[in-house]
């Protein structure tokens, strides 16, 4: 080639190209470079063609590489469309299996939180405890009850739903009666032990005798079975105490010992009227030897109760639900009031059996009375037998 | 030497040569999991493994499209050669890019070929977008002829121009077209 035609040979867009890509034989790629050692133009045509090709180059690689991607993605698509999808481990959504175990726990944990709070305040009833169904009308003679055994009581274990309805009378659940005592959850060891001294032995004939009270007044230290107590769903024993009397209990003063005397401090309700009070300084009298039996005090809003229990409440002004369990060491009383009572009155409150079928609890400003069940009161017979 | 493997080596290089790009999508499927074993290994994701693979693969095909390949060893090897020296190429520049994002001052080595791939990889990539802007047929034509090597007759013949020169005029005109567009973008 002569000097001519080599000169700016770059000019030679299709000679330019070949020496690029290489195309030229290697003699001639060497004659072409030596040129440019010498020629700026020409050098910088060829760095311009360089650039070029890298540029284009690159961009087909790109290109591949994105259509590479684009078969590899649809034949991935293809596949799974054709397999039935296993399910393996990596494809399961942990975290959304996760959170929905979390909301299933937590559902779980307030279900459990409320059905153990809600019946919180029932007491299970034991083995000991049992369901005696005697209708006792107001009014009439008391019917002979069913004589209890201990082993009598347990086998009607588990009966307490039933539902006597005869007039109105319905006893559910027994409770154990325990040494009575009348006391406060707040009340001190010595305490219950002057109130245990102070309660008088377990009824006889004779003392139901001398509780000289009319068939009017009875109901004002007795609780009426068939008015009164009644069923419930919850274990334990309902009953309805009638407040006896909404006066302070301060002012009675039954010299019968020491016990009395502090039955007296803590503030043992007065009687209404004085007939009634005599009747109660009676009562106490009688009492006073009787070995004490562990009571506990609590109580709860009326609007704790169920709706029917209620509305019984409401219906009988001067009543107070009352739900009486039985536990191994006590008999718990509680009330159901539709305004709470200061801790004092309550720490100061006393229990005693009245006869062997009633129950008083003297608070403060007032005097409530049970009439026991049946079942009870065998209970607390038999307890105080073995004192 | 594996035979069936040879014969299927062979098979797959006459599918590239031919333009099949499914030969591609074989081998990419055959050499996945080496790969990726590879590039986990060596601080790699799989995403790296799989765009490693493909440039690998890009770059057999490059080379077989253009005669550059010398079927000396299975291209199982050739791949994951080409990926090796890629990832250590990344690696390598990565850490030089963090040892120059940390320098305040200007680099302290003269590693030149570091700076200047980065220069060409951005000339690269300008040149690139430039050819998308371009557009068919200019961009199917460049491609053709720089980076398939193509004779302009095939050229021609596919991209449906009368003749090779006609062809070779429209070449003329387009990488014109295409300097002009990066002046512009300089």
Redesign the interface.
């Known amino acids: 080639m002569s000097e001519k035609s080599i000169a700016h040979w770059t000019d030679d ?2 000679l330019l ?1 070949k020496f690029v ?1 290489h ?1 030229l034989s290697a003699a001639e790629e060497t004659r072409l470079s030596s040129h440019l050692r010498s020629c700026t133009r020409c050098q910088l045509a060829v760095d ?1 063609e360089v ?15 994105r ?3 684009s ?2 993605a649809r ?1 991935k698509q293809h596949a799974a469309a054709a397999v039935p999808r296993r399910i393996s481990v990596g494809s399961i959504p942990w975290s959304r299996v996760a959170s929905l175990a979390a909301v299933l726990a937590i559902l779980i944990a307030v279900g459990v939180y409320n059905n153990w709070f809600g019946s919180n305040y029932r007491n299970s009833i034991t083995q000991h405890e049992i369901v005696q169904e005697q209708p006792i009308r107001p009014g009439e003679p008391e019917k002979k009850q069913v004589p209890s055994t201990e082993l009598e009581l347990d086998k009607t274990i588990g009966q307490s739903n039933r539902v006597n309805e005869e007039a109105g009378s319905h006893t559910k659940s027994m409770v154990r009666v325990e040494p009575l005592k009348g006391k406060s959850e707040a009340y001190s060891p010595g305490k219950d032990e002057d109130l245990r001294q102070s309660i008088t032995a377990s009824p006889t004939q004779n003392s139901r005798d001398e509780i000289a009270v009319g068939n009017s007044r009875k109901s004002e230290y007795q609780v009426n079975l068939s008015d009164q107590a009644y069923s419930s769903a919850e274990q334990g024993f309902w009953v309805e105490g009638r407040i006896i009397s909404a006066e302070g209990t301060n002012s009675g003063a039954v010299n019968n010992g020491p016990s009395v005397e502090r039955q007296d401090q803590m503030g043992v309700a007065a009687a209404p009227q004085s007939g009634l009070k005599k009747e109660h300084e009676q009562l106490l009298r009688n009492r006073v030897q009787q070995t004490p039996i562990e009571f506990s005090l609590d109580q709860r809003p009326l609007s704790s109760l169920p709706q029917s229990f209620q509305n019984r409440q409401m219906q009988g002004a001067g009543t107070v639900q009352t739900l009486i369990k039985n536990s191994d060491d006590t008999v718990q009383l509680t009330l159901y009031l539709e305004s709470p009572l200061p801790d004092s009155e309550l720490r100061t409150a006393d229990v005693r059996i009245v006869g062997d079928d009633s129950l008083v609890l003297s608070l403060p400003n007032k005097q409530i009375g049970y009439r026991l069940p049946p079942a009870i009161q065998n209970q607390v017979n038999m307890k105080l037998r073995r004192q | 030497m594996n035979l069936f493997f040879l014969n299927e080596d062979v098979r797959i290089i006459d599918q590239i040569r031919k333009g099949d ?2 030969a ?2 074989t081998l ?1 499927r055959t050499n996945e999991r080496q790969i990726s074993a590879f590039v986990a290994s060596n601080s790699g994701t799989r995403d790296d493994a799989e765009d490693l693979l ?2 690998a ?3 057999l ?2 080379k077989v499209r253009t005669g550059c390949y010398e079927h000396t060893a299975k291209i199982s090897t050739f791949v994951f050669g080409t990926v090796k020296n890629l990832w250590l190429r990344r690696l390598a520049r990565s850490r030089r890019e963090i040892a120059m994002n940390m320098e305040l001052d200007p680099m302290p080595s003269n590693d030149r070929s570091a700076l200047e791939e980065m220069i ?1 990889s951005e ?6 977008d ?3 802007t371009l557009g068919d047929p200019c ?1 199917k034509l ?2 053709l ?5 193509v004779s302009m007759d095939e050229i021609a013949r596919r991209l449906g121009f009368a003749n090779a020169d006609t062809a ?1 005029s429209k ?2 005109q387009c ?1 014109k077209a ?2 002009k567009l990066l002046k512009g973008l300089q």
């Open positions: 867009e299709e190209s890509l195309q311009d650039r070029v090709v890298a540029g284009v180059r690159h961009a087909g690689r790109l290109n591949l590489k259509q590479l991607g078969r590899l034949g | 790009e499914e591609l999508v990419y493909q440039e693969l890009v770059i095909w490059e060409e000339e690269s990539i300008q040149i690139a430039a050819l998308d961009r460049l491609l002829f720089y980076w398939e090597e070779k070449k003329y990488k295409l300097q």
